[in-house]
């Protein structure tokens, strides 16, 4: 079948947002995957929870902030500058870790630069593609930033938590000098073009439209998923090893295993999602109810096997109603003029659940025990369902 040129610009520019955002979630997993190896070189699980926790706070009011620049700075800058400057403070926090104040600023900066990616590129997706193209690139670049996972999970398994970083920061260089060499060529060629949706004047005139997208909603949505999606992905290894007992190397290796069927979200996500009738409010619903039953299973059940597949499914379909927020919706917004504002906003909610999360959950493991946390990811989901009961209006 011929593709029209509005396709194969749409591929090609999804394939670009795909790789780049690949590199930014090999880095923004490599902590979680390597935390096991750092424990058992002396550093403390608090220690470790502390620096993810202001990672998470600082990518968080990144967010908000390089959302709204996004609007009005060129994607391919905000990009190019946002993956170089996360692969000089890769390598850094790998030569400063075992300071406590340098380890903590270098990966608060990392927040930082790797907040300056996903509004912009959402942005860019969503102003230069038709709305069917818009969401197979979301698709794309989130299936890359799961994929992320399993590859920082695969670095842990081969190397030292050092080369981990050395890694990664290679990969972030490397693909900000792809980055803004290929938008220029895209840019000269019109595939990518900006500006092309202006935000409504004033600020009643922007709120009524986000409160027509169900804004507030979203915003819920953003907050719950950002716990497991973000927080209870990082301390998965550490739970492999404290809880079901595993060796570091083997938690290194199951979270691998487990990142590549979590990896799968994006295609379930939008096949269900399609087979719903393009009924987001249904398929939101349907993912965190599953969410929800999945965590009950992992409560009671302790074979470690079937222990695993629980949590993996859980995170998976929590992941679900992620997929349809940031690969459905956000790219819906693009007649406001306001994408990567929007896009930095609800991020910006998602990762300040996750930091808030982190800072909980690494001292309740010591006060309460794993059990009783797995049950305060299951109440997350219930609320979650709750959130999602269908309103007045069901298509998206």
Not at 359 to 386: E, Q
Request: aromatic letters at 14%; proline letters at 4%.
């Amino acid at each position: 079948m011929k593709l029209s040129p509005s396709a194969k610009n749409a591929i090609r520019i999804g394939i670009l947002c795909s790789v780049s955002y690949f590199a930014v979630y090999i880095a923004r997993n490599i902590l979680g995957a390597v935390t096991p190896q750092m424990v058992e070189d002396g550093f403390r699980e608090s220690f470790i929870g502390q620096v993810s926790s202001l990672y998470f706070i600082c990518y968080a009011l990144g967010q908000l902030v390089n959302g709204a620049i996004g609007d009005k700075i060129k994607a391919k800058w905000m990009i190019s500058m946002g993956l170089c400057g996360a692969g000089i403070i890769n390598l850094l926090f790998s030569l400063y870790a075992a300071t406590p104040a340098a380890a903590m600023v270098t990966y608060a900066c990392n927040g930082i630069f790797l907040s300056m990616i996903y509004g912009p590129m959402t942005k860019v997706v969503s102003e230069n593609t038709e709305p069917l193209h818009a969401t197979r690139c979301s698709l794309g670049y989130t299936f890359a930033s799961f994929f992320g996972s399993p590859a920082a999970g695969l670095l842990a398994s081969f190397l030292p938590w050092q080369w981990v970083f050395h890694v990664s920061s290679i990969v972030l260089f490397l693909m900000s000098l792809v980055a803004v060499c290929t938008f220029s060529l895209f840019e000269k060629q019109g595939i990518v073009k900006y500006g092309q949706y202006k935000a409504k004047k004033g600020p009643r005139g922007n709120l009524s439209m986000l409160f027509k997208h169900h804004i507030v909603k979203f915003s819920l949505i953003a907050i719950l998923t950002g716990v497991v999606r973000t927080s209870v992905v990082f301390w998965l290894p550490t739970y492999l090893v404290q809880y079901l007992d595993f060796s570091p190397k083997a938690a290194s290796v199951i979270f691998t295993v487990a990142s590549l069927v979590i990896s799968a979200t994006s295609f379930i996500a939008v096949f269900i999602y399609e087979k719903l009738g393009h009924n987001m409010d249904e398929t939101i619903l349907l993912f965190f109810s599953t969410a929800s039953i999945f965590l009950f299973l992992t409560y009671f059940i302790a074979p470690p096997a079937i222990n695993i597949s629980c949590l993996v499914l859980a995170i998976l379909s929590s992941n679900g109603v992620t997929c349809m927020m940031w690969n459905r919706y956000c790219p819906s917004l693009r007649d406001t003029g306001m994408v990567s504002s929007v896009t930095g906003f609800l991020d910006f909610l998602s990762y300040m659940a996750a930091a808030v999360a982190n800072l909980v959950f690494a001292d309740a493991v010591t006060a309460i025990g794993w059990g009783n946390l797995i049950l305060v990811w299951l109440g997350l989901m219930i609320i979650g369902v709750v959130v999602a009961l269908p309103h007045t209006e069901k298509k998206a």
